[in-house]
C-alpha cells in the first residue's frame, strides 16, 4: 500500500492562526495496525493535527500522508479510506440510529440496499439494534458516541481517527467506548486518538506522543514514556499530623525533587533516584528521627508526571484541562 | 467487510456523484420533515394566520393604491413574503449541521463538497412549492383569484420560487457565517422591516416619500409587483422605473441575489477550512 509502511506520515505540519501558533512542526509516524495516542493538555494542538490529518483543515508548511495519499493532493482518496469520530458526537439528531447510518452509508455511495445492511450490521455490532428505530435524540451519550463511532466505520476504514472519544461520558459509556476501540485495534484497525486523560492513553495506545504547544516533545510505549523518568516515587504517610512537616524535610533531604505534600491525607510524595536504596534510606531516617509511618511505597511514576517532568512546567495535564 | 470506493478523476462520474449525494441530502432534509410534522404544520401557520390577520382584523382600514379589493391586493404579498421569510428556515438548517459537527463528518467523506449545500437548496425549494400550493388554496378559499390567464399566473408563481431560490442562498450564507444561536435570532429580527418596507401589506406611495423609494427598489416589491401584474390583481401600480419595469426587476434582483451570496456560500464553506 504504502511504501514508507506508515499508516499515517506527518513531516513538519505548521499551521498559524493569527497570532497563535497551533502547529509548530508536528512529526508524526504511525505504523500500520498501531493504536497511536495523542496526549497533551487542551490547546496543545491535538484536534487541529487531527483536523489537518483528515483533510478538514489546510495547514500552512509540512507534508502529511494518510494511508498511502497525500493529504492536500489527493484529499477525496484520503476521506476514501479513514473514519473520523470528532469532539462532538456528528450524527443527525432527528433521525433514527438506522436512518443515520443509512444517509452515511448512501454518502459513501453504497447502494441502498447494502447501506440498508450494513445500518443494520454496525447497530447490531455496537449493540444499538433495539433503539435503531427511535431518535437519536433520545440516546444516552455513550449510544451517540457508539453510533458516531459505527458511522465512521461504514467502509471499514483502514485507518481510524478519534478525537477525544470519551469526553463528556460517564465511567460506563467510556468503557464502552474503549472496548470498541480495543476490538477495532484487534481486527487490524490502525486507530490515532486524542485524549487529555493519561489512563485512557495508558489503557488504549501501543504508542504515546506527547504533544505541548503544538510540538510532540517525547514519544514512546507507556513503558518507555516512564521509564525516561529515571527514578521512581516514594510515598510516605505518617500516622500523626504533626509528624508532616518533620517528614517532609526528611524526605526531601533524600529526594531529587521537592516533596509533594498533601497534609489532609498526611502523605509526602518525592522522586528517588536509587530506588530500593533510596527506600531503605528513608525508612531509617524516618526511624532514627521517631516518626510512625502508616505506609511506605515505591511507585513507577504517572504518565503525569512524566508529561510534567518534560515540559518542565508545574501544571498537570489535567489541570490544564479542566 | 471492506468496501473500497474508488474516488472518480473523470468529470461525468463525478457529476454523478454530485447529483446523487444531493439526492441524498434532499431525502434527508425530507426525512426531517416526516419525522417532525409539526414543524412543518409551524411552517404552514405562520403565513396563514398572517393572510388572516391583516384580512380580517387590519383589511378594513387598507385603501389598495389605484384602487380594488384588498384580498386580491394582500394574497400575493403573502405568498411573497413567506417565499422571503423562508431565509429564516435555511439559515436554521445550516447552522444547526454547522454547529453540530455533522457538517464537519460530511466534510470528512468522500462525496461530493457541494452536495450538502445543493442539497439543502433543492429540499428547502421543494418545501416552498408545496407550501405556496396550499397557500393558494387558501388564497382561493378566501376569494382572491388571478384574472390575467393561467399561463401569466404560473409566470408569477415561478417568479415566486425564483425570489425562494435566491434567498435559499442568502440563508445558507448566514447560516455558515453566524456561529451562535443569538445570531440567529438577531436575523429573525432583522427580517421583519425587511418585510415591512415592502408594498406587501402597503403600498410605497403611501410612505413617506424616502421610505417610499426604498420600498419600491426592495427586491421583495419587484417580485410582488410582478406577479400582482401577472395574476391581474390590484396595487401594481406607480410611475416610477422600478415599477414600470417590474418584471425584469422581478429577474434581475434574484439573478443578482444569487450572483452575490452563491459565491459567498461557497467561500463560507470553504472556509470552514481554515
Redesign the interface.
Known sequence: MNSTGLAVEALGLRKRYGEKEALAGIDLRVPWGSVRGLLGPNGAGKTTTVQAL?????FDAGSATVAGFDVRREP??V????G?V??????????GGA?NLA??G?????DRA?ARR?AD?LLEQFGLADAGRK?VGTYSGGMRRRLDLA??LI??PPVLFLDEPTTGLDPRGRNEVWQSIRELAAAGTTVLLTTQYLEEADQLCDQISLIDEGRVIAEGSPGELKARLDRDYIAVVVRDADSVSAAAEIVGRLAVAIPEIDAERRVITAPVRNSVGGLTDVVRALGDARIEAEDIALRRPTLDEVFLHLTGNERSIEEVAA | ???????PNRPSPRLR?AL??SW??T??AL??WA??PWLVVTGLAFPLLILAMFLYLFGGGMTVPGGGDYRDFLVPGVFAVTMFFGVEATMTAVNADAA???T????????SPS?TVAGRALADLLFSLLVLAILIGAGLLVGWDWHAGLGNALQAFALLLLLRFAFIWVGIYLGLLVGSQEGIATVQILVWPFAALSSVFTSPEDMPGWLGAIAEWNPLSATLHATRELFGNPGATGGSWVTEHAELMALLWPLAIIAVFFPLSVRAYRA???
Do not use: K
Open positions: 483528515t483533510t478538514l483543515r489546510r477525496a482518496r476521506r476514501a479510506r479513514i473520523l470528532g469532539q462532538s458526537a456528528a450524527v443527525d439528531e432527528v433521525l436512518q444517509l452515511f448512501r454518502l459513501y455511495h453504497l447494502t450494513r450490521e431518535p458511522a465512521s467502509l471499514a | 467487510m471492506t468496501t473500497r470506493i474508488e474516488v456523484w446523487t449525494d441524498t441530502m431525502e434527508r426525512a426531517h419525522r417532525q453540530r459537527g455533522v464537519e463528518r460530511f466534510r470528512s467523506m468522500p462525496m452536495a470552514l477550512g481554515n
